[in-house]
């Protein structure tokens, strides 16, 4: 075989391999390209529980949205974690059922409705929906304003003492 058969033959096979490898790329980024964005972190989209784990009448903390899930009337809400006077966490105080701000005592039912204290409005929270794998995800890059004051989305009194009268803090 002559020296111009032969480096013809090398180009062929590797302008193949070239063109092989570049339609895999292309293949591989639209392939990437056109799958769900599963979950981020906070910012994002949080994935978290099934539906099935929310409870009817309490709450589960999502830590990694910085929300908790709760159902209100039926319905899956995100409530953030971040009060709406001056951006303290508050907790979920188990004994009064109740959102408890240490800071300045503001407190919200567990739906998240303002009921006490110098926060301006009940608590914010961030859309939810149900993915394809089935668990919730969290949209924590868009919070929405929570209830005006005044607004009872469902009738639970106390269930007991708040956490700061537990504590003797009251
Ligand atoms: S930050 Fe919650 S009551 Fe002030």
Redesign the pocket.
Known sequence: MSNTASRRSFLTKAWTAGAGALAATAAWTSWDLLQPIVSSGFGGKVRSVAPTAVPETGVIEVPAARAYLTRVNGEVVALSEK??????R?PFCDSSGRFE??????VFNRAGDYAA???PRGMDRYPVEEGEDGLLYIDTGTLLEGPATGTQTIDEPPLGPSCSEESGHA
């Open positions: 009060c709406t006077h001056l951006g303290c508050t701000c240490p800071c300045h005592g503001s204290g110098p926060a």
